[in-house]
T-cell receptor, first 113, second 117 residues
Framework: SQQGEEDPQALSIQEGENATMNCSYKTSINNLQWYRQNSGRGLVHLILIRSNEREKHSGRLRVTLDTSKKSSSLLITASRAADTASYFCATAYSGAGSYQLTFGKGTKLSVIP | DADVTQTPRNRITKTGKRIMLECSQTKGHDRMYWYRQDPGLGLRLIYYSFDVKDINKGEISDGYSVSRQAQAKFSLSLESAIPNQTALYFC????????????????FGPGTRLLVL
């Protein structure tokens, strides 16, 4: 079963606005990752936040993690048309000889020029 | 990521046929993964391999098999293809240490679009 659930499923904004996407999950994790996918292409890693971290930044990206609420958010500031893509959160858990990286269904972001 | 290649990029096959999807990587990573993506859904893990002698089932392994021929090669087989295996298939890799921590970032290939008639 898929653990990560993104919200909203689709988001349309004007260029220059900020975009916020949320991810909720159900069980313990080692880390949470955000990926981007342009239509029909492979996923590209954006940022990884570990379970003992609360916030990370990378360029125009800001990710927060609240393990007590089992949720994360991805903020893209000053959006550009080139940010149009689907964004996926993935929760990673490893332990007892097993490993899981579970992806959500994604948020489809459209940035209108 | 050009360091992870998949062949073929597109494939049309018929129900009952055996097909193989291949993945090669030049990143020197030890871990490799196979996922499938269906329209409107996220990726689901089929199999993963942490090294040449380690193969593990993922969330949806039924109807699939894999072979890790070398550290750089990981192939996925559909023994008897069925229409609901029509999907976009991705290979991914991860590996290496940075700051003493294993790097869990996954690097994806361009995908193979499979249609089973």
């Amino acid at each position: 079963s898929q653990q990560g659930e993104e919200d909203p499923q689709a988001l349309s904004i004007q260029e220059g606005e900020n975009a916020t996407m949320n991810c909720s999950y159900k069980t313990s994790i080692n880390n949470l990752q955000w990926y981007r996918q342009n239509s029909g292409r492979g996923l590209v890693h954006l940022i990884l936040i570990r379970s003992n971290e609360r916030e990370k930044h990378s360029g125009r990206l800001r990710v927060t993690l609240d393990t007590s609420k089992k949720s994360s958010s991805l903020l893209i500031t000053a959006s550009r048309a080139a940010d149009t893509a689907s964004y996926f959160c993935a929760t990673a858990y490893s332990g007892a000889g097993s490993y899981q990286l579970t992806f959500g269904k994604g948020t489809k972001l459209s940035v209108i020029p | 990521d050009a360091d992870v290649t998949q062949t073929p990029r597109n494939r049309i096959t018929k129900t009952g046929k055996r097909i193989m999807l291949e993945c090669s990587q030049t990143k020197g990573h030890d871990r490799m993964y196979w996922y499938r993506q269906d329209p409107g859904l996220g990726l689901r893990l089929i199999y993963y391999s942490f090294d040449v002698k380690d193969i593990n089932k993922g969330e949806i392994s039924d109807g699939y098999s894999v072979s890790r021929q070398a550290q750089a090669k990981f192939s996925l087989s559909l023994e008897s293809a069925i229409p609901n295996q029509t999907a976009l298939y991705f290979c991914a890799t991860s590996g290496g240490l940075a700051g003493g921590k294993y790097q869990e970032t996954q690097y994806f290939g361009p995908g193979t679009r499979l249609l089973v008639l």
